[in-house]
């Protein structure tokens, strides 16, 4: 199966500068249309790619969530490198997780928590993303039914280290989030089959925030930046960053 690898991205355009963090699985296109959107409204954009992502299934488990938390920050420095001073921060899912993570670590303008899992019960699926993107790649890939199980299975048993390195992350930005009185707008999906849906409620009551907001979306789906709703996402998205004091 030939496919394109795909790449970070980043559209200049205007000094204020968003940094656009995607799923667990997923890559840059996940916030590619919204990158596109934002440079038109004369924001710079920058969405990385995390270590293991953009590839095949088997190479998720190359990298693990100290490792998707520094090429974050490597991310940020980029940005600041390159003389952006004044950052927002978006992310869809696992990018929702990491991005409040940099709120409290560094200096952001906003932050953005799309889709974002908080609260996990005892029988959360973490694994539930990652079953479907392996199972989606390994039929393109043309393989049997009967082999991709197998296979599926396999990467299943031997990722639990990094489900498990998944959840601490999500259990330890859960307890910092009282620590961030940055201007927040949390998006959430009502229809997400994902995450716990009650993550989003979660995250606006605890964070510390003065000027903070939600915003739910019917038929969205998890995948919000993607989905049927995302238009309106995208202008959501956009005024929160216009109400932001950037000077």
């Known amino acids: 199966m030939k496919t394109q690898t795909p790449k970070p991205f980043m559209f200049e355009e205007g000094k204020k500068a968003v940094l656009l963090l995607h799923g667990f699985t997923g890559h840059s296109a996940d916030v590619r ?8 409204q004369g924001y710079t954009t920058y969405a990385p790619i995390y270590r293991g992502h953009g590839k095949g299934p088997e190479a998720l488990t190359e990298g693990g969530a100290k490792e998707w938390w520094a090429d974050v920050q490597e991310a940020y420095q980029t940005l600041k490198d390159q003389g952006y001073q004044k950052i927002a921060v978006a992310g869809l899912s696992l990018g929702g997780v990491l991005g409040l993570k940099l709120a409290y670590s560094e200096p952001v303008m906003g932050i953005i928590p799309m889709c974002t899992p908080m609260i996990l019960g005892q029988d959360h699926r973490l694994d539930q993303g990652f079953r479907y993107y392996a199972k989606q790649y390994k039929k393109a ?4 039914e009967a082999e991709i199980e197998a296979e599926v299975e396999q990467l299943i048993e031997g990722s639990s280290t990094l489900f ?8 330890e930005v859960k307890n910092e989030l009282d620590t961030i009185y940055t201007p927040a707008l949390v998006v959430q999906a009502e229809d997400d089959h994902i995450i716990n849906t009650e993550s989003a409620n979660y995250i606006l009551d605890t ?11 019917k038929e969205a789906g998890h995948a919000i930046t993607l ?7 995208h202008q959501d998205i956009y005024q929160f960053l216009e109400s932001l004091d950037w000077d």
Do not use: N
């Not at 249309?33 to 038109?40: A, E």
């Not at 890939?141 to 049997?144: A, Q």
């Open 33 to 40: 249309m919204l990158g596109r959107f934002l440079q038109k």
């Open 141 to 144: 890939e043309g393989k049997e």
């Open 164 to 171: 498990s390195e998944i959840a601490d992350l999500i259990r």
């Open 207 to 217: 964070i510390e925030s003065d000027q903070k907001e939600i915003k739910w979306y």
């Open 227 to 233: 989905g049927p709703k995302r238009e309106q996402v």
